[in-house]
């Protein structure tokens, strides 16, 4: 691997990492969705230099652009910034520093215990990134899970829906489009 | 990658960006100039011939100004927010060609930064991130009228990106491509806004509401919010936020004139290519001009008004477009 490459990969991992760990122990909830957002740019251009500019925009327009302005949006329309500074489930941070260390180690004892030399993996075909070849992929080689996906979709919308339309009037007592400011169904 | 082709792409970016700030600077001119005609003014015309100065007055002054910082604020955000707003105006229009090829001293240089195969997608990447700018501003001057005008912008801004990004659809199923200039290519002989008339008027409005501008400027009405976002910005700051206003214009004026109205062709543009950047700046003047005629004719829409014409009317006819659209292209077989 070229030198410019490994530096460039190197700072954005640094990047990706440091933006991770920020967002976890930000008190601040702003700050962690914008360390949040940071992350999700960070990693779009990963996508962007490993040559997936589709995913790679796809990742900051959906996830970074549309998701976290409406996190950041409930935020600021709730108020709550400010985040508790004990964690509501006690000893998670253990837990979770324990099963970090032991990745660490698992990913160290893999590398250093491998048998084989690391492969290359296998060089894909030059247009494959194109967003005509994702197309036919996702229309005629996964349609299935493509449907399933978007069916997923669908009733996650209609649940979400359901959700906020839980003050809709008692039966009976009033179901014209005049009822929403009525009573609340306890 | 060669030292003459770095370069190259140092250059053409630096005219990007000089062109759209200089484009900002004159663009507040022109709207002045016009708003003062259409209201029976004179407009600014002491600074220089034709008040042509006018821009470097105001650069000067916004300089000059003192920066207020309030003592609630949070001070590494409200410095950032400006910043934020800026830099995806500047850009965003990295994906838009200017021209095809000219010759120059020899070497055949392309009127264009770069011609992605995911052009349009990093339009709406690059647009969907400038909500923070805004948002953030209003949320870091501790201000409850800056934090409403934030909230608004927000609400109005991800309302409208799915009409806007429906719009794309009806020219990108056109064309069979996201390239902008497979797009514009296509339409060599006939203009997208006939074959997608409703497409275009959907483009128009949703890039309305995207960059704020009357009559859907509700995040920053004077009269109800003081003024929104950036009530408590000063000086060079405040100038950002006005910068990334008119630079949006100037874009969203250059994205509409490529995917409806041909973009930098035009008659005779195969044999003289440098007619290209002439059409597209003649195209975006007009825009503009639409633009701030619509401004100084219509009043302002009201906020519960605004969302349902995005949710109830724009992004169904987004969605009954793109249907209607690929069956077409289907049966034709395009």
Known sequence: MALGTLIIFAVLGLVVAGSAIGMLVSRNAIYAALFLVLNFIAVGVLYLILGAPFISFAQVAIYAGSIMVLFVFVIMLLGAEQLPVQEPLRGQRWIGLLAGVLFLLEAGAFFYLRTSAPQWAAEIGFGFESPVVVGRMLIEKYLLPFEITGFLLLIAVVGAIFLARLDTPVRGKGLGRHAQTGERKE | ?334
């Open chain 2, 1 to 334: 990658m060669d030292a003459g082709l770095f370069w190259e792409w140092v250059i053409k970016s630096l005219i990007i960006v000089l062109v759209l700030t200089g484009g900002f600077a004159y663009a507040t001119l022109y709207e002045r100039r016009v708003i003062a005609r259409i209201q029976v003014r004179i407009g600014p015309n002491r600074a220089g011939p034709f008040g042509l100065l006018q821009p470097v007055a105001d650069g000067i002054k916004l300089i000059f100004k003192e920066e207020l910082t309030p003592a609630g604020a949070d001070k590494v955000l409200f410095f950032l927010a400006p910043i934020i707003t800026v830099l995806p105006s500047l850009v965003i229009t990295a994906v838009v060609p200017w021209g095809d090829t000219v010759v120059i001293g020899g070497r055949a240089i392309r009127l264009y930064l770069t011609d992605i195969n995911v052009g349009l997608l990093y339009i709406l990447a690059v647009a969907s991130i400038s909500v923070y700018g805004i948002v953030l501003a209003g949320w870091a001057s501790n201000n409850k009228y800056a934090l409403l005008g934030g909230l608004r912008s927000a609400a109005q801004m991800i309302s409208y990106e799915l009409a806007l990004g429906l719009s794309f659809v009806g020219p990108v199923l056109l064309a069979g491509s996201l390239s902008l200039m497979d797009i514009i290519n296509a339409q060599k002989h006939l203009w997208f806004v006939v074959l997608q008339p409703a497409a275009f008027l959907l483009y128009f409005l949703a890039s309305l509401a995207e960059v704020n501008r009357a009559p859907f400027d509700m995040p920053e009405a004077e009269q109800e919010l003081t003024a929104g976002y950036h009530a408590e910005y000063s000086g060079m700051k405040f100038a950002l936020f006005f910068m990334a206003e008119y630079i949006k214009m100037i874009a969203v004026a250059m994205i509409g004139a490529s995917l409806f109205l041909g973009g930098y062709m035009g008659p005779f543009v195969d044999r003289f290519p440098w007619l290209g950047p002439v059409y597209l700046f003649l195209k975006v003047a007009v825009w503009l001009f639409v633009l701030i005629w619509l401004r100084a004719t219509l009043p302002r829409i009201r906020y519960d008004r605004l969302m349902q014409l995005g949710w109830k009317v724009m992004f169904p006819l987004g969605l009954l477009n793109a249907v209607v659209t690929a069956f077409v292209v289907v049966l034709v077989g395009g």
